[in-house]
Structures are given as structure tokens and as C-alpha cells.
């Protein structure tokens, strides 16, 4: 167990609304209801949950026979729509949110903030200065309201509804997420900054994300998870889209630091178009079991995907993360860089897909994944996939399983430190690629959470 | 302040390594260790330490009194025993500069600001850029960075008492220079030292007080500065 998990509380909010535990075509119609909808859009969530329905659990990657799908409760609602000023959101989730550092941070580093609580945003802000550009952040339901077409002609068009299981049922029950468009040529110097929080429990929580950057446009979004830990099973199966339009730089990072009692099974997917860049940067620290693997389609001429995937695996945690890169389009290059640390009997999977289409010339493709594993009892498989279908592809892929020798232990500890700070020092520099790109904040923070799970699975095993 | 090593007898791998070893390192002290290679000089500082392969089978450790042969690495290095490595391993990702912050921490109550102010001190007096400081600890170092980083975490601990494992090794003759003053003033402020080395390049630099030989594991001799002349000129081996 771990009990130094810090943003393990559970707040007293009374959810406004609450559906009934369990996924029928009721409780969709429900949720879509409420939220007033368009009938495309109910229409969308009810072909879905016929899909999710027919299609069998996946056994190809972490074990998922626990999950009882019958417990969760697949919509909440905590306040009655997204306040625009943190004076408005309702004083317990305020403070929840606040002891968790949001929206402080926004005042110093971020152009925008979102927060989520359970289902539905409960709070969103954008700098006046980026919406006078033309830049719109908002929660994906308010967009769906006040932006139908944009939202229509994107939304579905890079994750399909019957794209897998959860991705299915993620379409059928979605609710909140963010939702940025940002206009031609318009670069957001800060990054936009996105909290997601479960506290109902046995909550399931489907946040759907869908980011448009047009031409010549640069943008860095940024998101951390967290929820209270319960004994019961949470599930968090979000769906995140990204369109990089020509020439366009998207950066989409996340330090997921869920409790670890949550199934977190995510799809997350771009298309970059000619000359586009994307970046992923997906840290997972937390959940109990984590399936995702994030994917960029190159589908214009030199579109690049850059993706580094972190995970960290404790005792009774397993991280199955990775990437998938599918080029399209001649003149394509992608870079997947993962790095895992299982220790404590935790377990992590790299399972990646590096694809060549019939037509993509030149492609390169270059997969690097590393491995840490700290003690006999924890465990790190890889799986990668590499199909190409051009001969004049290059693809290098190359994989490497450490440990921690045990000079290298002897020479911290001459150091005065223990075994576990020793360890955390090690994992914190296995992991230093990941801190580099966040801001320092982050970074520290970031240390900071890699020393409390090292610890608390110290002290716990 | 004082280190005793009282007849210790120190097994690796099923061999006695070090036999019946004996020495005292008293507060400002600067001890030479000299010896040939595989004598027993890197096993005695590792059994020090209390390196998990390096077991005291006879004999005691004593340190202000009390034996330390209980305790577990860091708390001895805690209490204010530093080893400097022969081969020190990489710590990839982890700055010199927060690594070094880090171990200043564990030791000293010294403001953060101070420490970083002695330690690039330091950094200039070996003539290191301060991009240095940003480095990995140890990452593609050359064998005389290897040595430089090794007395900056010895600048940054502060320790008692430092065992200083072949530290002029693949220095040059400038940072060599460098070194001895840092070491002489170290130790005029009570810094006890066991400097080991089997050149007597850097005890030309930095003279000692006492001078020991360590031979198949037995400490074969003990002097003042004239027994590292004796042995430049003789070698360590008894001529018939």
C-alpha cells in the first residue's frame, strides 16, 4: 500500500447529480440530456455503446479481469457548469483543488487553466490577451455548444468511436476534457495547463480532449491527474485528438500521477500534417494498471513525431505504456524514446508499433526503450511491432535493461545516503530526459513524486 | 576525533584481503598508504566503509570511541568518514551540481548558497569551466575529471576523516598542485587523512606525516617521509 500517497484525500462534495452505477443505453441518453445536446451527437454515444458492447475486453496487454464494469459510475456531477473566475467554483472543490496547487500555478507559468472534477470542468480560464488572438480553450462540451462545426468536422476524425473498447466507450459516456483551437500562424508562448481530478468513487471518468493547431501555429498543453485513493477500483478511459494542421508544433505533456487504485486506459492520437511537428511527453507515476500508448499518424510530407514515454511501476502497479507511429506520407521522421523503473514487485511493459505505408519514401524511425529495474521480484518486458512496407525506410530500434550495480550503491551510500534515497537519486536521473522538458516546476514536483513512491514502497514492502 | 584500525582481518570472495591490520588517523593527520597493485589498499577502504563484499572477520573499527563495525555505510559516512573512488561509477542525469548540493546536505547544516560558492571556488582552482558543475556526475569524465569530482564531493561532505583511494591518478601536474594545497589546508583545519597511492608523486606535493606500506595484505612497514624514498629507490619487494 501506499500510504504516502499526498493527494490521496477524499473531499466531502455532494455530487448535484449522480447516475445510476452501470452503462445502459439509459444512462447515456441520460448524460446526453442533460447536457442538451445536438441528436448527431446522441447518435454518436449510442452507435458507440453498441460498439463497446459487442467488442471483448482486450487480453492482448495488462490484465484487465478485475474491472468490474457494473460498479462504475459513469457520470457525476459536481457543479452546474465551468466558472470562468476561481471565485465562482464551489468552496469545497476550490479547496480540494487548491491543496492539489491549481490554480496558483496559473498566475505564474500558464496562459490557461482547466480544472476536472469527476465529470464535468468546473472551472476554465484563458489570459484575455491569447482569446483577443483567436485562441479558444475551453471545456469540450462548452465547444460543443458554442463551436458545433469546428467541433463536428474534427471530432472522431483521428480516434474512430470503434477505434477499441475504451476508446468506444469513452465516445459513448465522454464527458469534459479541453477542447484548443489555435488560429493560423499563432504560436502560445506559455503553455495551457489542464487538472483532472476523480474523487466520487468507483467513479469513471471519460474525459475527451480535442486539440485543433492550424497552420504554422505552436502550442504546448499540459495535464496532471490525481485522485483519492479508495479500496474499491476507479477507471479513467480518456480519448485525446490532436490535429496538426501544415507546419504546425503541438506539444501534449502529462504527468499522470493517479491513485493506485485506478485502471487508466487512454487513447491518445495525432495526425500531423506536412511538415508538422508533435510531441508527446506521457509520464505515468500512479494508477494501479496503465494501458496507452500514444500514437501520431504522419500523414503529410516531413511531419515528424517526437514521443518520450516514462513510467514508473511500484509494488502492485503495472505500467503497459509505449508509443505508435504510422507513416503515411514521404520524408517522415519519428523518434520514440521510453524509459521504465519497476521496482517493489512492480512491473512495466514497453509495447510499441512502428509502421511504413506503401508510399511513404524515406521514412526514418528511430525507437530507443530503457529499462530499470531495481530488484529481482520487479519485472520489464518489451513488445515492440515494426512493420515497413518501402524498402528505403531506416528504422533502428534499440533496447537496454539496467539495474543498480551494486558499486554503484555502495558509492551513494559512502555518500550518506540510504538505500532509498540512493535509488530515487538514480531513477531521478534515469528519468532526467522527461525533466527537461517540463517547466521547472513540474521538474521539481516531478523528483519530488519519484522520492515519495520510492519511499512509501520502501517502507510498505 | 580519531580513526583506529585495530587487527582487522578483512575477507572478499573467501580470501583474507587485508590480515591483522592495524593504524590510527588522529584529527589533522595526513597518513601515506603505499603499496603494490592488489596489496589490500582499496579492500581496507572499502571494509571501512562497510562495503557488503568486504567483511571484518577479526579486529575493530573505531571511530571517537566507538566502533562503527554495526553500522551501515551511510551512517558511517554520516558520522564523517569519506571515501574517494578509484574508479568512481556514472550517475547519469543527476548534475555534479545537485549532486553535489545534495551530499552537502547530508552533512553540513551550511546554507545551500555557501556550499555552491566554496565548491565553485574549487571548480576554478582546478581549472574546470563551470559548465563542469552541469555534467552528469561522472559521465564520460577522463580519469583526471574523475579524480577533480572526487575532491569536490570531499569539498562538499566536509568530512573528519578522508580516504583518499589513488586521488592523483591520471591528474595533471598543475591540478596535482592544485590538489596538494587543497588537501594541506583541509587537513591544518583537522581533516584526518589515509592517502593512498603507489606513485610518490603527489606525497612529494603533499607531505605526510606517517608513512605505511601494505603488502599481500599486511602492513610490512611504518615511517616518517624517508621509507618513500626508500622504496622509490629499493621498490617494494625485499632484494635478497
Given amino acids: ?461 | 576525533m580519531s580513526l583506529v584500525i585495530k587487527n582487522i582481518t578483512v575477507e572478499a570472495d573467501g580470501k583474507e584481503v587485508v590480515k591483522n591490520f592495524s593504524l590510527a588517523i588522529r584529527k589533522g593527520e595526513i597518513h601515506a598508504l603505499m603499496g603494490p597493485n592488489g596489496s589490500g589498499k582499496t579492500s581496507l577502504c572499502s571494509a571501512i566503509l562497510g562495503h557488503p563484499s568486504y567483511r571484518v572477520t577479526k579486529g575493530d573499527i573505531i571511530f571517537n570511541g566507538k566502533s562503527i563495525l554495526g553500522l551501515r555505510t551511510e551512517e558511517r559516512a554520516r558520522l564523517g568518514i569519506f571515501l574517494s573512488f578509484q574508479e568512481p561509477p556514472e550517475i547519469r542525469g543527476v548534475s555534479m551540481s545537485s549532486f553535489l548540493r545534495t551530499i552537502a546536505k547530508t552533512h553540513t547544516k551550511e546554507k545551500a548558497q555557501d556550499t555552491m560558492l566554496r565548491i565553485s571556488d574549487h571548480t576554478k582552482k582546478f581549472g574546470l569551466g563551470a559548465h563542469f558543475l552541469d555534467r552528469s556526475v561522472n559521465d564520460g569524465f577522463s580519469g583526471g575529471e574523475k579524480k577533480k569530482s572526487e575532491i569536490l564531493q570531499l569539498i562538499a561532505a566536509n568530512p573528519r576523516i578522508a580516504l583518499l583511494d589513488e586521488i592523483d591518478a591520471g591528474v595533471d601536474v598543475d591540478s596535482l598542485d592544485a590538489m596538494a594545497r587543497m588537501l594541506k589546508k583541509a587537513a591544518s583545519q583537522g581533516m584526518g587523512m589515509l592517502v593512498i597511492s603507489h606513485s610518490a608523486r603527489i606525497f612529494k606535493r603533499c607531505a605526510p606525516d606517517f608513512v605505511h606500506i601494505i603488502e599481500h595484505g599486511v602492513r610490512t612497514a611504518s615511517g616518517t617521509r624517508a621509507l618513500i624514498k626508500k622504496v622509490e629507490k629499493e621498490g617494494y619487494r625485499k632484494k635478497p
Fill in chain 1, 1 to 461: 500500500m501506499k500510504q504516502k500517497y499526498q493527494y490521496g484525500f477524499h473531499d466531502s462534495v455532494t455530487p448535484l447529480y449522480r447516475a445510476k452505477k452501470g452503462l445502459s443505453e439509459r444512462v447515456v441518453r441520460e448524460i446526453s440530456a442533460i447536457k442538451q445536446e445536438p441528436q448527431w451527437m446522441q447518435d454518436t454515444r449510442l452507435r458507440a455503446l453498441a460498439i463497446f458492447n459487442k467488442k471483448p475486453m482486450p487480453t492482448w496487454g495488462a490484465d484487465l479481469s478485475h474491472i468490474d464494469l457494473n460498479a462504475i459510475t459513469y457520470y457525476a456531477r459536481a457543479s452546474d457548469k465551468p466558472a470562468h473566475s476561481w471565485k465562482k467554483v464551489p468552496k469545497k472543490i476550490k479547496t480540494a483543488f487548491e491543496r492539489l496547487g491549481v490554480p496558483q500555478s496559473e498566475r505564474k507559468f500558464f496562459a490557461g487553466v482547466g480544472a476536472q472534477y469527476d465529470s464535468e470542468t468546473v472551472y476554465h480560464h484563458i489570459r484575455k490577451d491569447l482569446e483577443a488572438q483567436g485562441i479558444i480553450f475551453t471545456d469540450t462540451d462548452t465547444a460543443l455548444r458554442e463551436y458545433p462545426e469546428l467541433f463536428k468536422k474534427y471530432f472522431g476524425t483521428v480516434v474512430p468511436i470503434g477505434d477499441n473498447k475504451f476508446a468506444a466507450l469513452n465516445s459513448a459516456c465522454w464527458s469534459g476534457g479541453s477542447f484548443i483551437y489555435v488560429p493560423k500562424g499563432v504560436k502560445v508562448a506559455m503553455p495551457l495547463q489542464a487538472y483532472f481530478r476523480i474523487n466520487e468513487k468507483n467513479m469513471g471518468q471519460f474525459e475527451r480532449t480535442l486539440i485543433i493547431a492550424d497552420e504554422d501555429s505552436e502550442v504546448h498543453y499540459i495535464e496532471g491527474c490525481t485522485a483519492p485513493v479508495y479500496t474499491t477500483d476507479a477507471l479513467h478511459a480518456a480519448v485525446v485528438e490532436i490535429i496538426a494542421k501544415p507546419r504546425a508544433r503541438v506539444r501534449y505533456t502529462t504527468i499522470q500521477n493517479w491513485s493506485s487504485n485506478v485502471y487508466n486506459l487512454v487513447t491518445k492520437r495525432a495526425r500531423a500534417e506536412e511538415g508538422a511537428l508533435v510531441e508527446w511527453v506521457d509520464g505515468n507515476l500512479g494508477s494501479k494498471t496503465t494501458m496507452k500508448y500514444p500514437a501520431v499518424f504522419l500523414a503529410g510530407k516531413g511531419a515528424r513525431a517526437d514521443i518520450l514515454s516514462v513510467s514508473l511501476a511500484g509494488y502492485g502497479q503495472h505500467q503497459d505504456a509505449g508509443a505508435k507511429v504510422v507513416h503515411l506520407a514521404p520524408e517522415t521522421s519519428s523518434s520514440i524514446i521510453a524509459k521504465s523503473v519497476s521496482f517493489c514487485g512492480g512491473r512495466t511493459s514497453y509495447r510499441g508499433l512502428a509502421q511504413v505505408m506503401k508510399g511513404a519514401r524515406d521514412a526514418r524511425i528511430k525507437v530507443r526503450c530503457d529499462a530499470l529495474v531495481l530488484d529481482k521480484r520487479s519485472r520489464s518486458d518489451t513488445y515492440p511491432t515494426i512493420k515497413a512496407e518501402e524498402s528505403d525506410a531506416i528504422i533502428e530500434h534499440e533496447a537496454t535493461v539496467s539495474n543498480i550495480s551494486e558499486q554503484e550503491l555502495f558509492y551513494l551510500k559512502s555518500r550518506g545516503f540510504s538505500e532509498t534515497e540512493a535509488a530515487s537519486l538514480v531513477v531521478s536521473g534515469f528519468f532526467e530526459p522527461l525533466a527537461k522538458t517540463l517547466p521547472i516546476d513540474y521538474a521539481i514536483e516531478l523528483n519530488r513524486l519519484i522520492q515519495m513512491e520510492m519511499e512509501s514502497n520502501a517502507k510498505g514492502a
